[in-house]
């Protein structure tokens, strides 16, 4: 029995050493979640980075590795901060709190204005649009940075006086129409798969899901859950829209939204010529299937 329990002890000790000696040194876990997060590998990306913090905590300019070796910078905080950003939406507002928790963590660690600008966008997510302000005005004092411009308009659609909230509408007798499930190409023709229509009036003014105009636009995309509103960043340009209110502001100015944007299931449904007219300088062609 004793032999017995020795055996089984000495495959425990065995099996733990393995581990060990396969474990990755924190800065090559590092290495590895910034080219996941470089590839949109989100997953695989926080892994490695929550390995990385274990074994060297916080952000630095210049973290010593082995030897003569360094990393410059070292911001796994930063990292994990921008996963989470990317990784918001209505279902699962917990991200933008976690976000919000490792980018205040860098911009502590180590401040730029980069970091400030994606912290803003962060308590956007979480619906503290008086932090963003803050947080976007003191990434402005910073020199220069490569989202410089990016916060500027973030600043300018934050601060703007939002449109005035429209009367409920009232209910209509007749059953809405059926969805329609048209084939539509933007620009210069490119087909893209049908979507389902929430609502319409003019064609150009359709409604359709926010998560296809985040994959066919290339659009940066920020819920203010709480709130009631997104925010729509392409080409330097800053899209507010307001859950059921026939207004907007772009870069600051108010401007129409005679198809207001509205929740269904557990996503937003937002008019996809608006948008792409406002800051993808395209135009939406409908096709019937």
Not at 10 to 29: D, F, G
Not at 35 to 54: G, N, Q, R, T, V
Not at 78 to 88: H, K, M, Q, S, V
Not at 131 to 157: N, V, Y
């Given at each position: 029995m004793?032999?017995?329990s020795a055996?089984?002890?000495l495959?425990?000790?065995?099996l733990?050493?393995?581990?060990?000696?396969?474990a990755?040194?924190w800065y090559?876990s590092?290495?590895?979640?910034?080219?996941?997060f470089?590839?949109?590998?989100?997953s695989?990306?926080?892994?490695?980075l929550?390995a990385?913090i274990?074994?060297?905590?916080?952000?630095?300019?210049v973290v010593r590795?082995?030897?003569?070796?360094?990393?410059?910078p070292y911001?796994?905080?930063?990292?994990?901060?921008?996963?989470?950003?990317a990784?918001?939406s209505?279902?699962?507002?917990?991200?933008?709190?976690?976000a919000?928790?490792?980018l205040?963590?860098?911009?502590?660690?180590?401040?730029?204005?980069?970091?400030?600008?994606?912290?803003a966008?962060?308590y956007?997510?979480?619906g503290?649009?008086?932090?963003a302000?803050?947080a976007?005005?003191?990434a402005?004092?910073f020199?220069s940075?490569?989202?410089q411009e990016?916060?500027?308009e973030?600043l300018k659609?934050?601060?703007?006086?939002?449109p005035?909230?429209?009367p409920?509408?009232?209910?209509?007798?007749?059953?809405p129409?059926?969805p329609?499930l048209?084939?539509?190409?933007?620009?210069?023709g490119?087909?893209?798969?049908?979507?389902?229509?929430?609502?319409?009036?003019?064609p150009d003014?359709?409604?359709?899901?926010?998560?296809?105009?985040w994959r066919l636009?290339d659009v940066?995309?920020?819920?203010?859950?709480?709130s009631?509103?997104?925010?729509?960043?392409?080409n330097?340009?800053?899209l507010?829209?307001y859950?059921?209110?026939?207004s907007?502001?772009?870069?600051g100015?108010t401007?129409?939204?005679?198809?207001p944007?509205i929740?269904q299931g557990?996503?937003?449904m937002?008019?996809?010529?608006?948008?792409?007219?406002?800051i993808a300088n395209?135009?939406?062609?409908?096709?019937?299937g």
């Amino acid at each position: 029995m004793k032999q017995g329990s020795a055996v089984v002890v000495l495959v425990a000790c065995i099996l733990l050493l393995a581990r060990v000696v396969e474990a990755k040194p924190w800065y090559q876990s590092y290495e590895e979640g910034k080219a996941y997060f470089d590839h949109s590998e989100w997953s695989a990306a926080e892994e490695d980075l929550k390995a990385a913090i274990l074994g060297r905590e916080g952000d630095a300019e210049v973290v010593r590795t082995y030897g003569m070796h360094f990393l410059k910078p070292y911001t796994p905080n930063y990292y994990l901060g921008r996963i989470y950003l990317a990784l918001i939406s209505e279902t699962d507002p917990a991200k933008a709190r976690q976000a919000v928790v490792y980018l205040e963590h860098s911009a502590r660690d180590l401040p730029s204005g980069g970091t400030r600008y994606w912290l803003a966008r962060a308590y956007m997510g979480t619906g503290q649009k008086g932090l963003a302000i803050e947080a976007c005005q003191e990434a402005l004092r910073f020199p220069s940075f490569p989202e410089q411009e990016q916060a500027a308009e973030l600043l300018k659609g934050l601060t703007a006086k939002p449109p005035p909230i429209p009367p409920e509408p009232q209910p209509s007798s007749s059953p809405p129409p059926e969805p329609a499930l048209p084939v539509f190409s933007i620009a210069e023709g490119y087909p893209f798969r049908p979507m389902a229509i929430a609502s319409s009036t003019e064609p150009d003014e359709r409604l359709v899901s926010v998560d296809d105009v985040w994959r066919l636009l290339d659009v940066d995309i920020t819920w203010g859950v709480s709130s009631g509103y997104l925010v729509l960043e392409r080409n330097r340009h800053v899209l507010m829209l307001y859950m059921g209110v026939t207004s907007a502001t772009l870069d600051g100015a108010t401007i129409p939204a005679p198809t207001p944007p509205i929740r269904q299931g557990g996503t937003a449904m937002v008019p996809i010529g608006l948008i792409a007219r406002s800051i993808a300088n395209l135009s939406v062609k409908w096709q019937p299937g």
